[in-house]
Structure formats: C-alpha cells, structure tokens
Nanobody, 115 residues
Framework: QVQLVESGGGLVQPGGSLRLSCAAS????????MGWYRQAPGKQREVVAT???????NYADSVKGRFIISRDNAKNTMYLQMSSLKTEDTDVYYC?????????WGQGTQVSVSS
C-alpha cells in the first residue's frame, strides 16, 4: 500500500512562511483527491485544503489567500505553501490521498507559530 510521509514542519514566527511536503511511496496519479488537514489536541481534524487530480482546489476560509496547495504527479508529491502564518495555524498537519480502493494518511508534521 502507498505510504505518505509529511515533512517541512517546524517553528516559525507570526507572519512567516513554511512549505509542507507530502511524499508518496507510490503513484498518486489515481489519487482523485489529495488534501491537507490539521488537528489540535482534543479537537477534531479539520480540512485545510484539497486538490483533485484535475488540479481543482478548495481551501478552508481561514487559510484562503495565505495557503496554496499543489501536487506534482511526476514526483508523487503534494505541497502546501503557507504564508502570513498566524499563531492559530499551530497544529499537527496531516496529508491524505483518496484512492478508489481507500484513503491513505500520513503520520503528521508539527507546525508551530510563535514569537
């Protein structure tokens, strides 16, 4: 089965930027939707952004204009470019890939926004 591995998280000051990557161990060509989600301790996981295999994107209202989701099918990798980060963006970020045979999740990467 395809494994997903996130990277790029870390500590950044408010107003800063980070780029998250989600590398798949196999092809993402038939992943009809891929997405980034985030979850704080004790809270439900929430969608941040999604992208279809036709490159149609959707964003949570809280990140519109600040985050950009993209995917590179040739590299089997999805990205989340995060700019103008706010303290409330602090969370564990997870990537997912929706295949016809099921959904795969990564293990998560911590993003902390603090001065």
């Amino acid at each position: 089965q395809v494994q997903l591995v996130e990277s790029g998280g870390g500590l950044v000051q408010p107003g800063g930027s980070l780029r998250l990557s989600c590398a798949a161990s196999g092809s993402i060509l038939d992943a009809y939707v891929m997405g980034w989600y985030r979850q704080a301790p004790g809270k439900q996981r929430e969608v941040v952004a999604t992208i279809t295999n036709g490159d149609n994107t959707n964003y949570a209202d809280s990140v519109k204009g600040r985050f950009i989701i993209s995917r590179d099918n040739a590299k089997n990798t999805m990205y989340l470019q995060m700019s103008s980060l706010k303290t409330e963006d602090t969370d564990v970020y997870y990537c997912s890939a929706h295949y016809p045979r099921g959904i795969r999740w990564g293990q998560g990467t911590q993003v902390s926004v603090s001065s």
